[in-house]
């Protein structure tokens, strides 16, 4: 058991700021000038400066390059992420991470392993506090919000696998709140009563339950003095292994149905093959795929056709009534047993592709891939897949690659559905759906056990504000697949298809999932944030998650503490895996009060409040107009600035620029969040879905895929076998980069650049990992033995003609292993997404302003929207205004 602790909370209020001059930079200052004027410079800026930690020096000065006396403050020295956040160092110089009360986290993208001591892991619970004030308007004052980021099944990077504890026929929890037993109840002896009874104090209500065996669920060793040997009493999460009333009355058993669009457009797209050989590639990866059950159905602009197989023989059944879909077979004759089937399968499979090319024989090359305009039912199939797995849940995988604008659920063109309502203000917003046909499904999909998926391929037209609310409330997933203005794409979507299928099916996948919040007298869960968009109270329900899936609880005081109070937070979240076992995960997190500004500040999760800021904006879009978002934004970042300037730094000067460490970030990442275009006023109708994706995936991914996505990793690459050594051992000048370090069992990465366009050279080589790709941007001036080193050819023309588009893993030379072993090391640290590979090849001419890599250069202007360090000045500028109006 764990008691309160107070002592654990650092009262160091060394390096909890940024203390800079801030001052505007004259067009004639020199280099030498600004270092003296302009001291934006983070805490880690101090050590020597040497050629590998400040801003790369090449032989080229490229015309897209600004000087730095152009901008309006030192671009180098303003806060960004750097090569000392890719590893977390404990105070014992190792990487393990222990979940000490009041302790902060690391960066989500660092590098680190979990211990789990006395809270829960921030793998799973990362809460934007943590540390909490007093009462809830000392929270406003700071413009702060409190909230906790939950990602309730994330596998990856735990230290331990979470215990697995058989209770029998009981839990034992309070009967007061309904706590279940944890690592902080206090378990202890009360001489209240005449037996001298043995009690457990909850520590989420205080309530004192008594403690003996006759109490249902209270264990022989729970009365010892040596408990030890459970988990439950020491270890923060544990999965309790549920007793029968917890259980289903239906025993679930996994089931996949693929749906899949072979009209024209996708056949011409070899869509459905591609399809059926990644489903075929993964099928004895699928988690206890003996007992899993698949079936398949195709469908196109009439009809949906599902197969199935009887005496031994593969049928056909087709389903035409596309006004009011459903499923013409029953569950036991659709699905199929995989473990049992495999030749039928193999069988099924072949059938399948014949009845696709028979379909299509007669199909001429005259579908405009650029304007495609057929339209299939896969609103119909939505509906009809779900019909299919009512009896028992299961997972239902739709692909298409048009839109859908007849049958069940049919939409029209956005442009004509906003001339019809040209005057209903909330029918105009490209987030609203056409109808609410797929918010009962998703409900009803959520209830039993169903998880809906969505795979749209190359399609402008299908209107997914409308489809996705299916899969968004049951669990599911959504993918866009776009080709639009990016060069040089080749294969890339397929492969990011492929492995996106495969993480679904062989990955672990948990159906049934409810969830529920218990708290501290005092605290209070204002609403609940993820792709549904909001939810009150501190219960609801999924069809269905994956190791990914994220959410957010929004949390308020809702009366007065003292000074090292503590406040208790517990989720449970009962659920059934693929093997049909049913548990219910318990997770625990406690919280210190502190009334002092630099210990609130300095124990801020920045990555857990950038979160908490996305799920917020995105859930006002329905109801809010654009500019009072951005609004919004801007000032969750001005208001909190201001309030530490107020009452922890007051002494200093107007004109210096003053931000906590734990907050430095902030303005980059709301800068880079406004460059994706979502809460532009003027969005291209063919950028919609795009959008609209970008909205889905920022609300279901984990915090580190955010962030990442927010401010990719940029890196040189071509210097790294000679030129470019490890900067923590200057010194020794040791060329290591692309190398195992045995310290951390990790690959050496190269430096950090900053996001722009500044660094670029022709005479180098870069590659950006944003964690949905990895890519790699080849310039023509570089020495002719990087090309045949990586590619065994003598030069750029002949290395761009051959059309390569990845690397070779068999080529042994030390630079492409090099490469080859940091690529790996990015993939590992973004926990099991293998992100596709992007090769570039530009050439001096190409106008890189324009280029695809201009959407990657984060600092850079994009679209309307300034670049950083003009950002930074702006924001600035408004908390002056503040402080003077204040």
């Known amino acids: ?466 489809y996705s609310i299916a899969s968004n409330l049951s669990g599911g997933e959504l993918f866009f697949y776009n080709d639009n203005d990016e060069k040089g794409l080749g294969n890339s979507i397929y492969e990011k298809l492929y492995y996106e299928i495969t993480r679904i099916l062989t990955r672990p996948n948990y159906y049934n999932c409810k969830f529920m919040l218990r708290y501290s007298k005092g605290l209070d869960c204002s609403e609940i944030l993820g792709p549904f968009n909001k939810k009150l109270g501190e219960a609801f329900e999924l069809g269905g998650c994956d190791p990914d899936y994220c959410y957010y609880y929004n949390m308020r005081l809702t009366q007065n503490f003292k000074n090292g109070d503590n406040l208790d937070i517990q989720l449970a979240v009962l659920y059934e895996d693929n093997y049909s076992n049913t548990y219910v995960r318990v997770f625990n997190y406690t919280f210190s009060i502190s009334n002092e500004v630099a210990q609130l500040y300095g124990f801020m999760d920045i990555d857990a409040i950038t979160k908490s800021i996305i799920y917020k904006s995105l859930s006002l879009i329905y109801n809010s107009d654009k500019p009072s978002i951005i609004n919004y934004l801007e000032d969750k970042i001005i208001n909190s600035f201001k309030y530490y300037r107020l009452k922890e730094k007051k002494g200093t000067r107007l004109d210096q620029l003053i931000l906590p460490l734990s907050l430095q970030y902030l303005p980059l990442y709301i800068n880079s969040l406004l460059k994706l275009g979502i809460f532009s006023d003027k969005i291209d109708p063919n950028k919609i879905n795009q959008i609209l994706y970008l909205s889905h995936k920022l609300l279901r991914e984990p915090i580190f895929s955010t962030i990442k996505f927010l401010y990719p990793k940029f890196y040189r690459i071509d210097d790294i076998e000679k030129d470019q050594y490890d900067i923590n051992k200057e010194e020794l000048k040791v060329y290591d980069i692309g190398l195992i370090n045995k310290e951390i069992n990790a690959i050496q990465k190269p430096l950090l650049l900053r996001l722009s366009k500044d660094i670029i050279d022709f005479d180098c080589a870069y590659l950006i990992d944003d964690g949905e790709f990895i890519y790699i941007f080849i310039f023509n001036q570089i020495d002719i033995a990087f090309y045949f080193d990586l590619f065994g050819t003598n030069n750029f023309e002949e290395t761009k003609n051959l059309g390569i588009t990845a690397l070779n893993p068999e080529n042994n030379s030390e630079l492409n292993q090099r490469i080859l072993n940091i690529i790996s090391q990015l993939r590992k640290e973004n926990k099991g997404c293998i992100q596709p590979i992007r090769l570039f090849f530009i050439e001096e001419k190409d106008d890189i302003i324009n280029h695809f890599l201009n959407m990657l250069l984060k600092e850079d202007k994009i679209g309307d929207i300034c670049n950083y360090p003009e950002y930074l000045c702006t924001i600035h500028q408004k908390i002056q205004e503040r402080i003077q109006e204040y």
């Open 1 to 466: 058991m764990i008691n309160n602790n107070n002592n654990i909370l650092s009262n160091n209020k060394t390096n909890n700021f940024i203390n800079n001059p801030f001052s505007r930079i004259d067009d004639q200052t020199t280099d030498s000038e600004i270092s003296k004027k302009s001291s934006f410079s983070t805490y880690h800026d101090t050590r020597k400066i040497t050629p590998q930690n400040q801003t790369p020096k090449h032989n080229t000065s490229q015309k897209h390059k600004t000087p730095i006396n152009k901008y309006s403050i030192n671009p180098i020295d303003i806060p960004r992420p750097n090569q000392e956040n890719e590893i977390f160092i404990n105070k014992d110089k190792t990487h393990i991470y222990e979940t000490n009360i009041g302790s902060l986290a690391p960066n989500s993208n660092s590098f680190y392993l979990v211990k789990e001591t006395q809270n829960s892991s921030c793998e799973y619970i990362r809460p934007t506090l943590n540390l909490l004030p007093p009462s809830q308007s000392f929270l406003d004052e700071t413009g702060l919000s409190f909230g906790l980021c939950i990602q309730p099944f994330n596998e990856e990077w735990i230290q331990s696998p979470i215990p697995k504890v058989e209770i029998g026929d009981n839990f034992f929890r309070c009967k007061k709140c309904k706590s279940y037993i944890n690592n902080k109840y206090n378990i202890t002896f009360t001489n209240n009563n005449i037996n001298n009874k043995q009690i457990a104090i909850c520590n989420i209500c205080h309530n004192e339950n008594d403690f003996d065996l006759n109490i249902p669920g209270v264990k022989n060793e729970y009365l010892n003095d040596e408990n030890t040997s459970c988990p439950e009493l020491i270890i923060p999460t544990i999965d309790f292994i549920a007793p029968k009333k917890f259980k289903s009355k239906k025993v679930f058993i996994p089931h996949y149905l693929f749906m899949i669009d072979i009209s024209e457009t996708s056949y011409q797209l070899s869509l459905p093959s591609y399809i059926l050989n990644c489903i075929k590639d993964n099928l004895d990866s699928i988690h206890n795929s003996e007992n899993s059950y698949i079936a398949f159905a195709l469908y196109d602009e009439k009809r949906i056709y599902y197969f199935y197989i009887e005496k031994d023989d593969i049928r056909l059944s087709i389903m035409a009534d596309i006004q009011d879909p459903f499923c013409p077979l029953s569950m036991k004759k659709l699905y199929i047993r995989i473990g049992e089937n495999k030749e039928k399968i193999s069988l099924l499979f072949e059938k399948i592709t014949i009845f696709i090319e028979e379909k299509n024989k007669n199909l001429k090359n005259n579908i405009n891939m650029t304007n495609r305009q057929i339209s299939t039912i896969t609103g119909c199939s939505i509906k009809s897949g779900v019909d299919s797995l009512l009896e028992n849940g299961g997972r239902v995988m739709i692909f298409t690659c048009n839109p859908c604008f007849h049958g069940f659920g049919g939409t029209m063109n956005r442009e004509n559905y906003n001339k019809i309502n040209e005057k209903d203000i909330h029918k105009l917003n490209p987030f609203f759906p056409q109808n609410n046909l797929f918010v009962e499904i998703g409900e009803k999909a959520a209830k039993s056990k169903i998880v809906i998926d969505q795979f749209i391929f190359l399609t402008e037209l299908y209107d997914i504000s409308t």
